[in-house]
């Protein structure tokens, strides 16, 4: 028996040993090689994306890259022959590990959940509990079970320091930094970056010191963030982190108002030639330290020093930025101001600050043309104006002129304070703007949006004396205002009770046209005709014409208002309708008019041989034989007293038409 047992345990020892030698050169080895390879593809795009978050690039989200993917589909294939083959080897743990990991880095979260739940259920006691709770949790979290993944995450860390897995708590702090930034808790993920420096090494660790010291800018916790570079700086090997963490730490001590240590360390900077290629941004902290200082001037030099001289790097665009920005706010120079805003979008491109610059630099440009206009429109009206008080024939306006260069003027003025509130933010200039509208321009169509701005701004700047002043002035000077409802909820006030008169009276004139009261319609349509921007005007025209042809019978006057509907509202509704109806009574018109005149010079020469022929016989004829001629008669003889000439197709009488000709020529 013991013979036979010892053999049995040779053959199973030789077996096993066989299988793990098989699995190994067969699978497990080429899938170790795929993952390894993938590893460290994404370790190196992970850093080169973190140094472009520390850099404020503000890079797309991550993704792996292809070839990575590529390395992960490999490991995935060799892995599972491993499984379907030598499910019992030594490597089965492994494998069940690189599968899941690979699923996770390929985002393939529900795949890769089941091999870390097989890894549980396959080896209980296995010692990478800690890892496996890690990207389980991660995986969990990308799946929007955001509760417990971070329960799961925070499992990894408590077990990855109880066993002293440093790189198990980085990375599991890393991942729930991301998490909390998502979630909009920037110092919770300012933490955790914190915690993930703290149990890494060397660069790895100074990236994650950095990038805590970045988000607490951001929450102006400006000490804490001093701290972070410091502490990065000391980590840090690489150059380009060793730049970043001095420069930032710089940035943190000028929002403080350490100037002198800021501008101590960028000094030191500019003295290494090791940081040679980061000169134009060293430069431009330097700048915006002094300006922050208070010596405008000085920083003003060195910023046209790097928009020329450094004009290929993101600094020139930063200082042309700048730049544009100080001529526009603080000297109020907008031609120099455009300038640099043009120049912002020749250099290169640089998150949002580009953006900005080609929008601001649209905004100027409008504003030189709504000055422009302003001036214009000014002196055409006042011109006007001075011109009718002088009685000057030679330049001699129509009161509708008048009215028209008195609209525009206003108009100009409001577009312009318009800008100047929304687009520019120069609020001074705006209210100046308003103001003069409010009191130059009383009767104006943008007096109430004029009140209603001034009104709304002061009330969100804390001035609730003068923003009642303005609103209350339009809610009791224009209780119909498309502004009243705005202007009732920035009081607190109940909307108010809108009254359409023109509705009422066109609903009136309808009622009185249905009894037969057609005077009292034509009064009542007249009445909302003499507000020309009403909305019903096209269709009370259209009335009055109705009323006027087929209830009194009188197409001229019905002519009449067709004929301004047409002219007035031509692409409304009954606009379109009447178009043909004129001009077929304009046709008949016409007709008429020749008809008269026909009429008019036949009886002409009726008469003149009337008179002729009394003339001959007036004739002396003493000495004289009455001639006899024979003469060949063609036709009746004439008829002194015939009735005049008729034309064809006329059958009324002369000057007058017959009420019906509108509806037959017109074809309504």
Not at 33 to 46: C, L, M, P, W, Y
Not at 282 to 288: D, F
Not at 586 to 605: C, F, I, M, P, Y
Request: hydrophobic share 35%; glycine share 6%.
């Amino acid at each position: 028996m013991s013979s036979a047992l010892g053999g049995c345990f040779a053959w199973n020892y030789v077996k096993v040993g066989y299988d793990n030698f098989s699995a190994y050169f067969n699978t497990f080895y080429n899938a170790s090689i795929s993952f390894n390879a993938g590893i460290k593809d994404v370790t190196a795009s992970k850093r080169a994306y973190d140094l472009s978050l520390i850099a404020g690039e503000h890079p797309a989200p991550f993704v792996i890259s292809q070839n990575a993917k590529q390395d992960f589909e490999q490991t995935i294939v060799e892995a599972s022959k491993v499984l379907q083959y030598h499910p019992h080897s030594e490597f089965t743990e492994d494998c069940l590990f690189m599968i899941g990991i690979s699923y996770y880095y390929q985002g393939d979260n529900l795949s890769g959940e089941r091999k870390f739940l097989e890894v549980e259920a396959t080896f209980p006691d296995t010692k990478r509990v800690a890892e496996a709770e890690m990207y389980y949790g991660a995986m969990e979290l990308n799946g929007q079970k955001m509760e417990t993944g971070r329960d799961r995450v925070l499992h990894a860390i408590r077990l990855g320091r109880m066993e002293k897995k440093q790189s198990i708590v980085a990375m599991s702090s890393a991942i729930l930094s991301d998490y909390y930034l998502r979630q909009g808790d920037t110092l919770a993920a300012a933490a955790y970056l914190d915690t993930a420096s703290a149990f890494s090494q060397g660069d790895e660790a100074a990236i994650y010191a950095c990038r805590a010291g970045r988000l607490l800018v951001d929450e102006k916790e400006y000490k804490e963030a001093s701290k972070e570079f410091s502490f990065a700086d000391l980590l840090a090997h690489d150059v380009e982190i060793r730049f970043y963490c001095r420069y930032y730490l710089a940035r943190a001590q000028r929002l403080m108002g350490h100037y002198s240590a800021a501008l101590d360390g960028l000094e030191s900077l500019l003295r290494d030639d090791n940081f040679f290629d980061y000169f134009p941004l060293i430069k431009y902290e330097r700048a915006t330290v002094l300006y922050d200082s208070g010596e405008v001037s000085r920083a003003v030099t060195y910023y046209e020093n790097i928009d020329t001289a450094y004009s290929t790097s993101v600094a020139a665009t930063r200082s042309a930025y700048r730049l544009a920005r100080i001529y526009l706010y603080r000297v109020g120079d907008f031609q120099t101001a455009l300038k640099y805003y043009q120049r912002v979008s020749s250099h290169p491109n640089v998150y949002s600050i580009s953006d900005s610059g080609q929008m601001m630099a649209r905004i100027l440009q409008d504003y030189l043309i709504d000055s422009y206009k302003v001036l214009m429109n000014d002196s055409l009206y006042y011109s006007a104006l001075d011109a009718e008080r002088k009685n000057d024939t030679s330049a001699a306006y129509s009161k509708e002129r008048i009215d028209t260069l008195y609209e525009h003027a206003a108009q100009s003025r409001d577009q312009l304070a318009g800008l100047f509130m929304f687009k520019l933010l120069i609020p001074d200039s705006a209210i100046s703007c308003y103001n003069t509208v409010i009191r130059d321009f009383p009767n104006s169509s943008v007096y109430q949006s004029a009140l209603y701005s001034l009104g709304e701004y002061c009330y969100s700047s804390g001035d609730t004396v003068n923003g009642r002043k303005y609103l209350d002035d339009l809610l009791n000077n224009s209780k119909d205002s498309p502004y009243a409802i705005s202007a009732c909820s920035v009081l607190g006030l109940p909307p108010p009770v809108i009254v359409d008169s023109a509705r009422i009276s066109y609903d009136r004139a309808v009622e009185l046209s249905q009894k037969g009261k057609y005077a009292a319609a034509i009064d009542k349509l007249r009445l909302l005709l003499k507000n020309s921007k009403s909305k019903l005007a096209p269709k009370a025209l259209y009335m009055l014409g109705w009323i006027y042809e087929n209830n009194l019978h009188v197409p001229d006057s019905a002519f009449v208002y067709y004929r301004l509907l047409s002219t007035e509202f031509p692409n409304s509704a009954y606009g379109e309708n009447v178009k043909l109806a004129v001009t077929g009574y304009e046709t008949a018109q016409q007709d008429s008019a020749l008809a008269r005149k026909a009429r008019a010079d036949s009886v002409a020469a009726e008469a003149r041989l009337k008179e002729k022929a009394d003339s001959l016989k007036n004739l002396p004829t003493k000495g004289r034989q009455p001639e006899v001629r024979t003469e060949t008669k063609i036709g009746p003889a004439p008829d002194s007293s015939r009735k005049p000439v008729s034309v064809p197709g006329d059958t009324s009488a002369p000057g007058k038409e017959r009420s019906g000709d509108l509806i037959k020529r017109g074809k309504l």
